[in-house]
């Protein structure tokens, strides 16, 4: 060897050494802005609002009147026997010392005694607008815990308890969730790979992709250009590592062929990179632009979603693409010890000389899934359609209406179990929400009446200034608006109560001059679901139209997109159905939230369409060289192991979002693992390769890529087909 070649083999191992350092200095330190992402999260209601819906607007209007701007906490104290003078004494004791601490604004209400069960007593404690409500709550309970009163049981309850403990459960998104994604995916990656080197040089890449994402993420909420809640971050650690693992995935595997067939390392990783990199980016195209639609919704935490996604994807893609090629570089064959892949003898391009039609060793199971595809196409598209046909049909019945505050979460919390204490002492209406109506101050007699007379609502009042009971002071008026608060007959979030703000919206419309606004905690649900079904309807068909224009030049043609873009519609109607069965008879769980379809829809088309892609662009490569029967075939051997392998590690990711005692997760996770092992195991693998053997060279209409051999020219090397040896059939 030269000294010029020797330098000029020395330099791709600089590069890559250099990559590699670049990634661990540059991206490494950032990982500890992960734990920061709590500081820049947005979890109280206002970030799951609906923009511009009228409860949104009826809420903004309200925090104009001077009704207390702190956030309630309502400390019930309950006992096994009933509470006598003394331990009232004692709680006005409690009550006293707390009306000194520094996270209280305004009066601290009680103790008062209840009025259903004798054993319960409250004490409403105002958290200030300023102050942290989850921490303001946890030194709350502190305070009570370090001081107690004997015999009586306290709980936090109330809006505050109930942000308070929403906030834990998203507490857990920084260490639980990733540990439980990061010891699923390593299993599986060793599983895969029998080597204990690369699947932690692939865990490396993932976590250099997240902390990348992270310190993006968390500079665009720190300046307001995005906002973060608990959920959305969730989602991000989720989709981060399990896209950039499969993306890893693709790229190791093509790796691996070229390893066999290349004379050196560095020929191996350029042509796995050139063989992937299309796949990759379209892949990665088709998620961010996906999820991008997002920004067509109106709630505000579906439109949130869509850029905190799409900075995940834009790390994942680019650790892939740099870090993990210039790791594979600097290891060689080494970094799949203790099997390390041999080299065949002289240089081999699929489809040249011996071997051309030869299986290798690890392709066998998917040599046979692909041959027996091969000889029944048609009885195996049409089973599988007709399998998920029947899933679909149960669609419909997916419940998406909606749970209340109590019912999100999916394990105990002091919040609930203390509002189940309430409702013991105080009756059904100490939980109640009242509707919160907005309007002009000359037509408040008007709307007071309209309010009275739908029968679902209990009392309706103006707000006024403070004042001895039944001596209040004269309506409070902001802007020439008055509020009026209206008690309904129905719990808050109820069907019931859901029916009663319909009808009071209809009544008050009916109310010339007064131009109300109806508001509160039962008038956001409706809204909300009425948002989240408009969303659907708009999001969805974006989603489709983007995802189809990606496709298009990804594989040159339009009926190939169409067969995809079809029967990934398919399947998550069928996951929808499995879903709406699975949750309401097996799990037993509330409705879903109104957004969870949505999600549901964009993850899995996004997602589950790139083991399509995956399939169908190496089926194109394969048929430029083979034709089309051979090609797709040949494809559905190559690629069976690695995108199966790729599938259960996305769905094992997304299935840890269910540690997060959240109902909203828990569903989402159930979908979309479930929906990733339906695209992988049925779609990609059986449905669309017989649908595209079925349909024969017309796949890739108006293409030729079909045509190719058949007309005696293979287009990627220009020579006739003589020149060169083509398999007639079988994988």
Do not use: K
């Amino acid at each position: 060897m030269t000294r010029d070649t020797g330098r000029r083999g020395r330099i791709p191992g600089l590069l890559a050494a250099v990559a590699v350092v670049a990634w661990i200095l540059g991206a490494g330190p950032l990982g500890s802005l992960l734990g920061a992402l709590g500081d820049v999260q947005t979890n109280d209601p206002s970030a799951f609002l609906p923009l511009g819906a009228e409860s949104t607007r009826a809420g903004e209007l309200a925090e104009e009147f001077a009704r207390g701007d702190g956030v309630p906490a309502i400390v019930v104290y309950s006992a096994e026997r009933d509470l006598d003078a003394d331990d009232l004494a004692a709680l006005s004791r409690v009550a006293e010392d707390l009306a000194d601490r520094p996270w209280v604004d305004g009066a601290v209400v009680g103790p008062l005694p209840g009025t259903e069960d004798a054993s319960v007593a409250q004490i409403i404690v105002p958290i200030g607008s300023g102050a942290d409500t989850a921490e303001a709550v946890g030194e709350l309970r502190d305070v009570l815990a370090d001081d107690p009163v004997p015999g009586l049981q306290p709980q936090v309850t109330g809006p505050a308890g109930f942000a308070a403990d929403l906030s834990a459960a998203f507490g857990g998104i920084d260490t639980t969730l990733l540990l439980v994604a990061l010891a699923a995916v390593l299993v599986i990656l060793v599983v895969v790979y029998r080597s204990p080197l690369l699947p932690v040089v692939v865990i490396v890449a993932a976590l250099l992709a997240l902390a990348l994402s992270g310190a993006l993420v968390y500079a665009a909420a720190d300046a307001g250009l995005i906002t973060l809640n608990g959920q959305s971050q969730g989602i991000l650690f989720i989709l981060v590592v399990g896209a950039c693992t499969d993306y890893a995935l693709l790229l190791v595997a093509r790796y691996r062929e070229e390893l066999a067939a290349r004379s050196t390392v560095a020929e191996a990783v350029v042509a796995a990179l050139r063989g992937v990199i299309g796949p990759i980016l379209a892949s990665a195209g088709t998620v961010v632009l996906g999820v991008l639609c997002l920004l067509a919704a109106d709630l505000a935490s579906t439109r949130g979603l869509g850029p905190v996604v799409a900075i995940g994807i834009g790390a994942a893609v680019l650790a892939a693409l740099t870090f993990l090629p210039a790791a594979l570089l600097l290891l060689g064959r080494a970094a799949f010890w203790p099997l390390a892949p041999g080299r065949r003898g002289g240089r081999q391009g699929r489809g040249a000389g011996e071997g051309a039609d030869a299986v290798p060793a690890e392709h066998r199971v998917w040599g046979a899934v692909a041959a027996s595809v091969g000889r029944r196409p048609r009885a195996y598209w049409v089973g599988t359609a007709v399998l998920l046909l029947v899933a679909a049909a149960f669609a419909p019945r997916f419940d998406a209406e909606g749970a209340s505050q109590a019912e999100i979460f999916r394990t105990e919390v002091e919040a609930v179990d203390g509002q189940e204490t309430l409702t013991r002492g105080f009756g059904a209406d100490s939980t109640a929400a009242p509707v919160l109506v907005v309007a002009d101050a000359e037509h408040a007699d008007a709307v007071v009446a309209a309010a009275e007379g739908v029968p679902a609502v209990t009392s309706a009042d103006t707000v006024r200034e403070p004042g001895p009971p039944g001596r209040e002071g004269a309506p409070i008026t902001e802007d020439g608006r008055v509020l009026v608060e209206a008690v309904l007959a129905a719990p808050p979030e109820s069907a019931e109560a859901v029916d009663a703000v319909r009808e009071l919206r209809g009544a008050l419309a009916e109310t010339d001059g007064a131009d109300a606004l109806v508001g509160g905690v039962t008038a956001t649900a409706l809204d909300t679901r009425e948002t989240a079904q408009r969303d659907f309807g708009v999001v969805v068909p974006l989603v489709l139209v983007v995802v189809f224009l990606v496709l298009i030049p990804l594989l040159r043609s339009l009926v190939a997109p169409l067969l995809l873009m079809a029967a990934n519609v398919l399947s998550f109607a069928a996951v929808l159905g499995v879903g709406a069965l699975v949750f309401e008879h097996v799990l037993g769980l509330p409705p879903a939230d109104p957004v969870v379809p949505l999600f549901a829809f964009v993850f899995l088309v996004a997602l589950g369409i790139d083991y399509s892609i995956f399939l169908m662009s190496r089926a194109r490569e394969e048929t430029l060289v083979h034709g089309h029967r051979p090609g797709v075939l040949r494809a559905l051997t190559v690629t069976g192991g690695v995108i199966t392998s790729a599938g259960v590690v996305l769905a094992a990711t997304f299935a840890a979002l269910a540690v997060i005692p959240l109902l909203f997760l828990l569903q989402l996770a159930f979908l979309v693992a479930f929906g990733v092992l339906v695209d992988t195991l049925l779609v990609r693998s059986l449905l669309v390769p017989a649908l595209a053997l079925e349909l024969g060279e017309r796949t890739w209409w108006p293409g030729r890529a079909g045509v190719a051999v058949r007309d005696g020219e293979d287009r990627s090397t220009g020579r006739s087909r003589r020149d060169r040896e083509v398999v007639a059939d079988a994988p």
